[in-house]
C-alpha cells in the first residue's frame, strides 16, 4: 500500500480558475506535510508546508490540513498557465526528516 | 538562499563502470539525502546521511553506497553501473530541526 497517493492526472482547468490538488496518507503520526512543483526537466521547489490543522495562505497558495481525515491539498487561485507543472505532495515519515513523496499530479492550465 | 549543487546535469557511462555523483550544500545542514526519480515511480530514497560519516539506507539502496566525509559533500557512487540504473538523480538537503528538503538541479545519468 503506497503511503502518499496523488491523483496522477492530468488536471486540466481554465486561466483564472481554482485548482485543487489532493494528497492523502496512511500514516496517522505524520506531523509535516509539504507540496513541490516541478516543472518538466527540473528538480522540486518547495512551495508550502503546513504542519498544523486548518489552512495556510501564501500568495496564490492555500494549503490545507485535515489531520482526522488524512489528507492534505493545495489550492491555486487565479491559475495561470505558468502553474502547469507536477505537484508532489511530502510528508514527514519517521526520523531524520525523511519524507515520503507522492507520485504527483500534472497540472496543466490553459489559456 | 539554500543552494544545492550537482556535479553534473547530464552523465553517460557504460554498463560496468563505477560511477561517482557529488552533491554540495553550502548552508550547513545536517541531513543529506539522494534519491532517483522516474517516470510513474515518482521519487524514491536510495540512501540520507544525518551527519558526517553517518548513512542510513533508504528504500532502494542495492547496487548504490554512498560516503560522506564533509559536512557539506555527500557522494553516490553506483559501483557497478546497470542499464536499470539510468534515471534522474536528484540531492536534497534538510536542518536536522526544519523538516523542509531543498533539492539540487539533478543529474540524469544514462547507462548504456
Known amino acids: 500500500q503506497k503511503e502518499v497517493e496523488q491523483n496522477s492526472g492530468p488536471l486540466s482547468v481554465p486561466e483564472g480558475a481554482i485548482a485543487s490538488l489532493n494528497c492523502t496518507y496512511s500514516?496517522?503520526?505524520?506531523?509535516?506535510f509539504f507540496w513541490y512543483r516541478q516543472y518538466s526537466g527540473k528538480s522540486p521547489e518547495l512551495i508550502m508546508f503546513?504542519?498544523?490543522?486548518g489552512d495556510k495562505e501564501d500568495g496564490r497558495f492555500t494549503a490545507q490540513l485535515n489531520k482526522a481525515s488524512q489528507y492534505v491539498s493545495l489550492l491555486i487561485r487565479d491559475s495561470q498557465p505558468s502553474d502547469s507543472a507536477t505537484y508532489l505532495c511530502?510528508?514527514?515519515?519517521?526520523?531524520?526528516?525523511?519524507?515520503?513523496f507522492g507520485a504527483g499530479t500534472r497540472l496543466a492550465v490553459h489559456p | 538562499d539554500v543552494k544545492v549543487t550537482q556535479s553534473s546535469r547530464y552523465l553517460v557511462k557504460r554498463t560496468g563502470e563505477k560511477v561517482f555523483l557529488e552533491c554540495v550544500q553550502d548552508m550547513d545542514h545536517e541531513n543529506m539525502f539522494w534519491y532517483r526519480q522516474d517516470p510513474g515511480l515518482g521519487l524514491r530514497l536510495i540512501y540520507f546521511?544525518?551527519?558526517?560519516?553517518?548513512?542510513e539506507k533508504g528504500d532502494i539502496p542495492e547496487g548504490y553506497s554512498v560516503s560522506r566525509e564533509k559536512k557539506e559533500r555527500f557522494s553516490l557512487i553506483l559501483e557497478s553501473a546497470s542499464t536499470n540504473q539510468t534515471s534522474m538523480y536528484l540531492c536534497a538537503s534538510s536542518q536536522m530541526t526544519v523538516h523542509e528538503q531543498y533539492f539540487g538541479p539533478g543529474t540524469r545519468l544514462t547507462v548504456t
Open positions: 511530502a510528508v514527514r515519515s519517521g526520523g531524520y526528516n525523511k519524507l515520503i
Open positions: 546521511s544525518y551527519d558526517v560519516k553517518m548513512k
Open positions: 500514516d496517522r503520526g505524520s506531523q509535516s
Open positions: 503546513i504542519y498544523s490543522n
